[in-house]
């Protein structure tokens, strides 16, 4: 076996675009502490019960799994970055008021999730904790519109749904967990014959509501509208209804996504259910099959950890963004002799301190880079060294 060969779908992160990744990282980080945002680094190996509490089956399934040699308990090596977060939160900051934090790390996947092409992410989010009002919903898109925004990334859809919808028709019913799970599953495909099949043992009312549900999508305005009409008066659903609302005029009004913005809404887009408890969205861009990020509102997740808290906010594979960014990955650099001189020395230190690359080759190499391109050279001009471009 060739030692230098990767696992099935793990790669390696060249010079330039690895370069590409750590700029946008910096500068999104960077966005992100204009806003009050608090920077953790939680760490990538956690005992199993911690890091899967209170998120569901889907993460159990993705999350590689082994023993710890120290207290022979399972540990697991995370596949998502959002309850880590809950749990500092809860226990280790223990703070009354809003609090604002953010991240980036990997995260490795035990299958190759749908519309990826690698086990391996760098997943970069932020979250806001101890504020249950809309406006903590409307910042969280705010961010991640600009986040996309930075990447240079010109044309965005934003689809929104929401959680308490679902939780409004089904409010009186006594689903247990599967039921509720098939349910979701049949929703989340649209499969409108299995689901009328499937609905046939509930009242008429609540299996046309959940019919209902497989067509409500399209523009924003539209779709308000008939949900208005055909759904159940129930006060989960009529407080969805309005927190959708108000965030869609928001987002329009501080609308700044220099391609353009459009907006929808689909209330049958259901993933992550299993812990979201409000105000759900998904963002996409031109090229990429799946969304590119993904976020909403998780009230339930500090629950599991002994404190709940309101929380909301969103998460996104850096690589993926990085791969899908206009950013110039290339920068220009200084080519110069690998001599011993000390005028050639004090010159190189004079441009690397205001911010200029300088890259020293034995005489006859040039530089072979993909990370940089050399376009000027330093040239000893009698005994002083000159700037020349090449």
């Not at 995370?78 to 749990?87: E, G, H, L, N, Y």
């Not at 409010?171 to 409108?192: N, P, V």
């Not at 080759?361 to 330093?378: I, K, N």
Request: include cysteine; hydrophobic fraction near 40%.
């Amino acid at each position: 076996m060739n030692r230098w060969l990767l696992p099935e779908d793990i790669a390696d992160v060249l010079p330039a675009q690895a370069r590409k990744v750590e700029t946008l990282r910096r500068a999104i980080l960077d966005l992100y502490q204009s806003y009050g945002y608090e920077l953790v680094a939680p760490p990538i190996l956690e005992f199993l019960d911690s890091l899967l509490t209170g998120t569901g089956s889907d993460l159990n399934l993705q999350t590689f799994k082994l023993v710890d040699q120290l207290s022979g308990r399972t540990l697991g090596l995370r596949a998502d970055i959002t309850p880590q977060v809950a749990r500092i939160d809860a226990h280790l900051l223990n703070r009354a008021g809003v609090t604002r934090l953010c991240y980036a790390g990997s995260v490795a996947h035990a299958r190759t999730p749908v519309g990826s092409s690698s086990r391996e992410q760098l997943q970069l989010g932020a979250e806001i904790y101890g504020c249950a009002t809309w406006e903590a919903d409307f910042e969280a898109i705010t961010l991640l519109l600009k986040t996309l925004e930075l990447a240079g990334l010109k044309k965005v859809y934003l689809d929104l749904s929401h959680a308490g919808i679902l939780t409004g028709i089904v409010a009186d019913q006594k689903l247990d967990k599967e039921t509720i799970e098939l349910l979701y599953g049949l929703l989340q495909s649209k499969d409108r014959p299995r689901l009328k099949q499937w609905a046939e043992c509930l009242p008429a009312q609540l299996a046309q509501a959940l019919l209902a549900l497989t067509e409500l999508n399209g523009p924003c305005a539209e779709v308000l509208a008939k949900a208005k009409k055909v759904l159940p008066k129930h006060t989960a659903i009529d407080q969805a209804l309005a927190d959708l609302e108000r965030i869609i005029t928001a987002v329009n009004a501080n609308n700044k996504i220099s391609g353009g913005l459009e907006l929808s809404i689909d209330l049958a887009d259901l993933r992550g259910y299993q812990y979201h408890s409000g105000v759900m969205f998904a963002t996409y861009v031109d090229g990429l099959p799946q969304p590119i990020a993904r976020g909403g509102r998780y009230d339930q997740v500090g629950q599991a950890f002994g404190r709940s808290r309101p929380a909301t906010g969103f998460s996104l594979d850096l690589l993926t963004l990085a791969s899908l960014s206009s950013l110039k990955e290339r920068k220009l650099a200084i080519h110069a002799p690998w001599v011993q001189d000390v005028a050639l020395d004090k010159v190189i230190e004079e441009l690397r301190n205001r911010g200029e690359i300088v890259i020293q080759m034995p005489a006859g190499e040039s530089v072979e880079a993909a990370e940089y391109a050399c376009d000027r050279e330093l040239v000893k001009q009698g005994s002083s060294w000159e700037l020349k471009q090449k």
